[in-house]
C-alpha cells in the first residue's frame, strides 16, 4: 500500500505545482488518513519542498502512529505537549525554504492561520481548497474492497436483529443494540449515529433515537452503517411491525420503492449528479411529496459518510466509475409515518453489470 499513498501524494504534488506552489499542507483528517494511510488524532501532513512529513502532536502517553500509516512516510513527533502541528509544519516548510505554502482554508480556523502567518511571515499561503477531496471521489479497488465488507458487516447486524423480538423495547435500545452487532461482526465502530424511529417517529426526517417503545402496526425505519478501516457505508430500511402493513403503508412504500429504484438504475458512468437525482425525485414530487423532500437524494461515502459528489438538484458534475454513493429517498409525514429506503452502490459501467449493490438486505416491505 506504501506505493499507493505516494501515487496519491505524487498526484497532490503535480496540481499544486500547476499553481505554482512547491508545497502543501493537509489538516483535514479524511484527507490526511487518504495521503497517509493513516495519522493520529491531529496530526497533519506537509507536502514538500523536500520529503514529505507527517507531524503528530505529542500525546500524554503512548505511541502516536497509527498502524496502517505508510512505513515510508517520515514521522516527526512535536517535541512539546501542546504544540499545534499546523503551526510546526509553516515553520518548517518555511525552514526547507518553499516560498508559498497551499493550505486547506475551509478546514483551518482563523486563529490557526494567523499563527502560521506569525512563524512563517516570507510564506506566502495560499488557499488548497478541496482538491484532496476531488482525488478522492473515485476509489481503488481496494477502498472498495474495504466499503464492501463494511456493508457486510451491516447487512448481518441488521438481518440478525430482525429476527429478534422487537415490540415493546426502545428506540434507544434498539440503536445501541445495532452498533454492538457491528463491532461484534469486525467493524471499528459505526459509520455515523444510528437511528431508529418508530410509528410516528418514523414521519420525521432526521430523528434521534427515543425512549418510546415499539408497538403493533408502527412502521419502524432503521438507518445503519460500519466503519470497516476508516471506509464507511450506509443502509436505510423500513418494515412493519407485528401485523400485516394498512393499505396506505404499501401504497406510501411502493412509492419509495419505486423512487429509489429509479435513483438505483440512473447510477451509470457519464450520468449527471443531478439527472439522478431527477430519477428518483421525480415519482415522488408527482405524487405530491415534493415539498417535503430531503434537498439531495444521495451522496458519496468513503472516509466520510458524506462526501462529494452530492446527487441533488443543482449539483454540477458527472459520474465516474468506481465512484461509491447512497440512493436514499424517502417520504415523512409528520405526525403519521414515513418511509426510506437507502443502499450504497459503487457506479459501474453497463459491459461490468451497472451498479454495484453492496447492502443486499431486502427491500421487501416485511411484517416484523
Given amino acids: 500500500m506504501s506505493e499507493v499513498y505516494a501515487v496519491r501524494r505524487g498526484l497532490l504534488r503535480d496540481r499544486c505545482a500547476a499553481v505554482g506552489s512547491a508545497a502543501a499542507l493537509v489538516s483535514r483528517p479524511?484527507?490526511?488518513?487518504?495521503?497517509?494511510?493513516?495519522?493520529?488524532?491531529?496530526?497533519?501532513?506537509?507536502l514538500g519542498p523536500g520529503e514529505d512529513v507527517l507531524l503528530c502532536p505529542r500525546p500524554p502517553t503512548g505511541d502516536p502512529a497509527d498502524g496502517r500509516t505508510d512505513e515510508h512516510l517520515r514521522v516527526d513527533l512535536l517535541p512539546v505537549?501542546?504544540?499545534?502541528?499546523?503551526?510546526?509544519?509553516?515553520?518548517?516548510?518555511?525552514a526547507g525554504g518553499a516560498e508559498s505554502l497551499a493550505v486547506e482554508e475551509h478546514d483551518l480556523t482563523v486563529s490557526r492561520h494567523r499563527a502560521m502567518a506569525s512563524v512563517a511571515p516570507g510564506l506566502?499561503?495560499?488557499?488548497?481548497?478541496?482538491?484532496?477531496?476531488?482525488?478522492?471521489?473515485?476509489?481503488?479497488?481496494e477502498e472498495i474492497g474495504c466499503l464492501r465488507i463494511a456493508a457486510e458487516i451491516t447487512d448481518q447486524a441488521l438481518?440478525?436483529?430482525?429476527?429478534?423480538?422487537?415490540?415493546?423495547?426502545?428506540?434507544?435500545h434498539l440503536a445501541l443494540e445495532l452498533e454492538r452487532r457491528l463491532v461484534d461482526h469486525g467493524a471499528d465502530g459505526p459509520a455515523f449515529a444510528t437511528s431508529v424511529a418508530t410509528g410516528p417517529h418514523s414521519g420525521l426526517g432526521r430523528h434521534r433515537p427515543s425512549d418510546r417503545r415499539v408497538e403493533e402496526g408502527d412502521f419502524l425505519s432503521v438507518r445503519l452503517g460500519a466503519n470497516y478501516r476508516g471506509y464507511r457505508c450506509e443502509i436505510g430500511r423500513t418494515f412493519v411491525i407485528g401485523t400485516a402493513p394498512a393499505d396506505w403503508q404499501i401504497e406510501l412504500y411502493d412509492l419509495v420503492f419505486a423512487a429509489q429504484r429509479a435513483g438505483r438504475e440512473a447510477l451509470l458512468p457519464g450520468t449527471?449528479?443531478?439527472?439522478?437525482?431527477?430519477?428518483?425525485?421525480?415519482?415522488?414530487?408527482?405524487a405530491g411529496h415534493g415539498e417535503g423532500l430531503a434537498p439531495w437524494t444521495g451522496h458519496g461515502v468513503g472516509l466520510e459518510i458524506d462526501e462529494d459528489p452530492q446527487l441533488a438538484p443543482a449539483a454540477m458534475g458527472k459520474l465516474d466509475a468506481c465512484v461509491p454513493v447512497t440512493v436514499e429517498p424517502g417520504v415523512h409525514?409528520?405526525?403519521?409515518?414515513?418511509?426510506?429506503?437507502?443502499?450504497?452502490l459503487v457506479v459501474r459501467p453497463e459491459a461490468d453489470g451497472g451498479p454495484e449493490l453492496l447492502t443486499i438486505t431486502t427491500k421487501e416491505l416485511l411484517a416484523l
Fill in 30 to 46: 479524511a484527507n490526511v488518513r487518504y495521503l497517509a494511510g493513516g495519522a493520529p488524532p491531529g496530526a497533519v501532513l506537509l
Fill in 333 to 344: 409525514l409528520p405526525g403519521r409515518g414515513g418511509v426510506r429506503i437507502d443502499d450504497t
Fill in 124 to 141: 506566502r499561503l495560499a488557499d488548497l481548497g478541496v482538491t484532496v477531496e476531488q482525488l478522492r471521489i473515485v476509489k481503488d479497488e
Fill in 272 to 286: 449527471e449528479y443531478r439527472d439522478v437525482d431527477r430519477a428518483a425525485r421525480h415519482l415522488l414530487d408527482s
Fill in 81 to 94: 505537549a501542546g504544540s499545534d502541528p499546523v503551526v510546526a509544519a509553516a515553520d518548517l516548510a518555511a
Fill in 159 to 172: 438481518g440478525e436483529l430482525l429476527e429478534s423480538i422487537l415490540v415493546g423495547r426502545t428506540e434507544r
